[in-house]
């Protein structure tokens, strides 16, 4: 059996205020169009995620929000407290819970971009793989049955994008 990981970075978030907590900062206009671009791309390749695991930070709430309009029947997320500038043994953790075959976690870096280098067995040929920028989606997948055997170096990386290559 195939398992499908889509790993997303939070799209682009606005600094226009000062007095907000960083947990609570939303998109700006540049990562609604990012985010609504990365749902477009998957859609386009079908990739339909079954589990979202996502951050509850404000951020990453609204860029799965974006990307979920554009499929139809789209699954709730679970949002996750611990997801919150996770760590990749902690996103690796949370990961290791799923019980579909394609799930999609949304997170921030720099978790995203460590955890997207060390499940690859490989790493990308993407000039962009190793920075991650906002909005950046990596489809991996894994020759497992479950999440829980999911480690370390076992994946292969299918795709990568950045939205300015869809924009």
């Known amino acids: 059996m195939t398992l499908t990981l889509i790993l997303t970075r939070h799209a682009k978030s606005s600094w226009g205020d000062a007095d907000l907590e960083d947990h609570a900062r939303p998109l700006n206009k540049r990562g609604r169009a990012s985010a609504k671009a990365i ?4 859609v386009s390749k079908a990739l339909f995620p079954d ?3 996502c951050s509850d930070a404000e951020r990453t709430r609204e860029t799965w929000a974006l990307i979920a309009d554009k499929f ?13 500038l996770a760590d990749p043994d902690t996103m690796l953790a949370a990961l290791k819970k799923a ?3 394609t799930a999609m976690m949304i997170a921030h870096n720099p978790g995203s971009a460590y955890m997207a280098r060390r499940l690859a067995s490989e790493p990308f040929a993407h000039p962009k793989f190793f920075h ?19 480690d370390w170096g076992t994946g292969r990386v299918v795709d990568f994008v950045v939205p300015r290559e869809l924009i």
């Open 72 to 84: 139809v029947g789209a699954p709730k997320a679970t949002y996750l407290r611990e997801l919150y």
């Open 39 to 42: 749902g477009r791309w998957l």
């Open 99 to 101: 019980k579909s075959e």
């Open 132 to 150: 991650y920028p906002t909005a950046a989606t990596a489809v991996i997948e894994f020759d497992v049955d479950k999440w829980e055997d999911v």
């Open 51 to 53: 589990t979202v695991l």
